[in-house]
């Protein structure tokens, strides 16, 4: 979008108390999570890799106070004034707790069963969870991302949340690192699958876990690790990879041949989509999920179903990628591939790994210990199984700084800047060696300090299609801004406005006839949007003669499902986030945030498109589904590292058949 225009000048909008008994690993993980001078929490990376490791975290009822690290009257990680006496034994005595039985207050009330230490402690009245110190995870298939969810006086809800549960209930559809988390009666039919264990327990790994043994011994020595990772090529590893795939119902049992084919990178890809993979062909992260074998991963799968459910329900976003610690979750790092940028360095005092571990409490207090026993919690329920079932459980003690109004802000640092011409700026990346990715990063005020929430990877501007005045298509480098903004506004489902610059040819598509039609999945509301499945406007905040303004630049935060360009960093200026974590960061303002519900935002968008002598008239009725924040969220835009030549944003374009810059 080219200058500054008033925001939206087309719309219209229609109207804990904790448990006694103390697990003490689990409490020193928080306890210790509150900064680098004073409190630590060890980071768990990839050691994890090989499955659950001998000491799990899950526990039944947690005390975790952590108060012994709260920042002192100066602000720093002051340790306890009385620190507790060292254990005598590496093995603390269990401390015998007895079972307490809950039991509704009245009649007719909203209950909820109750869960702890693995079994069915009664059930509650749902106001009454706050003060038994327990809360609600909603395990249904009717669970959504905050944004989706009705509203409660009126009911109401944004229109896509019946796609979103359309999609989420589908058997098939994959569509986890789209944003669509599937329903945990689909992930868990899955593990309950006798069929797929019984051919997932005739597999021997052998082939594949030498090769990944052989891979974390050269990890750190590029060349060498690709030579071993072409060993997955040959007829043994292979014949493994396929026989997973069939195990699974990826495969044709009879395309088993230890030769790679068309239909096995088909597999491979709908492999890494169920398991939430970012990345290509045979590569690391897909030989490990591989190599786990799907028992394995079937259980993985349901503990990051269950993550989703906690994170919304405990109002954290806390996941360790700022003070770079990952917890585990029953001793397994549950993710398969990292949605963070890969530093070494931590941010000072960054918030420790919260949303894990509350996982993995409640994961313990549902008894979901292995496979086994989170299938026999299934069967528990009988037949209706987990389709409308919301459990309450006891979760660690939420940090001190977590309010209904926290005071937060954003920042966006853009990292390594590269304005010369693609050739050119490929050039300056070798030259430079580690290339420093654009971050984002949510702060909140604690006391007189600020805690770094959370880190993620995000893009910023680079070069791109568009076309000029003239009528051409062309190269043109488009900027991000920089500088002090807010988001005033979060958009549900957010429909996609083309620009005039936008390419046709970017924006339909042609049938083996020749006959062309507008991709709608690109302008309607869906998780294929280019927005993905939520936004936040940047507006830039302009005081007049006593009047404020706000600014729309045409710059956003969204969701998106081009994955592999947040692993690039660029876009066309928009900072975008992996879709799943869009939501969660929507759904963490809004329960941190005020927030008013206004509901479908109307426009009178139209544009006709013509391409190959045919065109295609384009209407677009909503924009989406529009809460506003009250305050705004402050957002500061880093310059960051102007690197390669080219020290501004470049104003020529470059023509398609040449990499020559001309002016536009």
Not at 26 to 45: F, P, Q, V
Not at 92 to 110: M, N
Not at 373 to 387: C, I, M, P, S, T
Request: net charge neutral; charged share 25%; proline share 5%.
């Amino acid at each position: 979008m080219s200058g500054a225009v008033s925001a939206e000048p087309r719309d219209r909008v229609e109207g804990a108390s904790p448990s006694a008994e103390i697990v003490p690993k689990y409490a020193e993980i928080w306890a210790n999570s509150r900064g680098h001078d004073g409190c630590k929490l060890t980071a768990m990376g990839r050691s994890s890799r090989q499955g659950p490791s001998s000491f799990s975290l899950s526990i039944t009822a947690v005390v975790l106070s952590i108060a012994g690290c709260q920042p002192d009257s100066n602000g720093s990680n002051a340790p306890p004034t009385e620190p507790a006496p060292a254990a005598e034994s590496s093995e603390p005595a269990a401390i015998a707790v007895a079972k307490r039985v809950f039991a509704p207050s009245r009649k007719d009330c909203d209950r909820v069963a109750v869960f702890a230490a693995g079994e069915s402690a009664g059930a509650v009245c749902v106001e009454d969870v706050e003060k038994e110190g327990l809360t609600v995870v909603d395990l249904s298939d009717t669970w959504a991302p905050r944004v989706f969810v009705p509203d409660a006086p009126t009911q109401k809800a944004p229109e896509y949340r019946s796609k979103y549960l359309e999609l989420a209930n589908a058997k098939n559809a994959d569509l986890g690192l789209n944003g669509i988390a599937p329903t945990l009666s689909i992930v868990s039919a899955r593990l309950a699958d006798e069929k797929r264990q019984r051919c997932d327990a005739a597999i021997d790994r052998a082939p594949l876990t030498s090769i990944e043994a052989a891979l974390g011994a050269v990890a750190s020595d590029e060349r060498e690790a690709a030579k071993v990772l072409k060993q997955i090529e040959s007829k043994a590893a292979l014949s493994v990879v396929q026989a997973e795939l069939a195990c699974t119902g990826l495969l044709n049992a009879n395309k088993v041949t230890g030769r790679m084919s068309a239909s096995t990178q088909v597999a491979l890809e709908a492999f890494r989509r169920r398991n939430m993979i970012v990345g290509g062909g045979l590569d690391a992260d897909t030989l490990h999920a591989l190599a786990l074998g799907g028992e394995e991963l079937a259980f993985r799968a349901l503990l990051r179903g269950l993550r989703e459910r906690v994170a919304d329900a405990s109002g954290l976003i806390e996941d360790g990628t700022a003070s770079e610690t990952r917890a585990l979750v029953l001793g397994r790092e549950i993710d398969l591939s990292r949605f963070a940028p890969t530093l070494e360095q931590a941010i000072a005092g960054g918030a420790p790994d919260l949303v894990d571990i509350a996982t993995d409490a409640a994961a313990g207090e549902l008894g979901w210990s292995t496979p086994d026993a989170a299938r026999a919690f299934v069967v528990a329920q009988g037949k209706a199984g987990l389709g409308a079932l919301r459990v309450a459980v006891t979760l660690p003690a939420k940090p001190a700084y977590h309010s209904r109004t926290m005071d937060l802000r954003v920042e966006i640092d853009r990292g390594d800047v590269f304005y010369d011409s693609p050739g050119q700026a490929a050039a300056a990346r070798k030259k430079l060696g580690t290339v420093r990715a654009p971050t984002f990063v949510v702060y909140a005020k604690d006391g007189n300090r600020e805690v770094a929430l959370m880190r993620w990877a995000t893009t910023i501007g680079g070069w791109k299609k568009e076309r000029t005045d003239q009528g051409e298509i062309a190269l043109k480098y488009k900027q991000s801004d920089v500088g002090d903004r807010v988001w005033r506004q979060i958009i549900a489902a957010p429909a996609w406005l083309p620009p005039e610059s936008t390419p046709e040819a970017d924006l339909v598509h042609e049938d083996s006839e020749g006959n062309i039609a507008l991709r709608r999945d690109l302008i309607q509301p869906g998780y294929r949007n280019a927005y993905g499945l939520v936004m936040m406007i940047h507006h830039e905040v302009v005081d007049q003669g006593g009047k404020t303004t706000f600014l729309d630049h045409g710059i956003r935060t969204h969701g998106s499902v081009d994955y592999r360009s947040i692993r690039k960093g660029t876009s066309h200026g928009c900072h975008r986030l992996q879709n799943q974590l869009a939501l969660r960061l929507s759904g963490f303002l809004l329960e941190h945030r005020n927030t008013v519900r206004r509901g479908k935002m109307y426009t009178d968008y139209h544009r006709t498109l013509e391409h190959n002598d045919q065109t295609v008239e384009v209407d677009v009725p909503t924009r989406g589904y529009l809460y506003e924040l009250d305050p705004p969220v402050p957002v500061r835009v880093l310059k960051g590292r102007i690197a390669g030549e080219e020290q501004k944003p470049v104003s020529s374009v470059i023509a398609l058949n040449t990499n020559e810059p001309r002016e536009s």
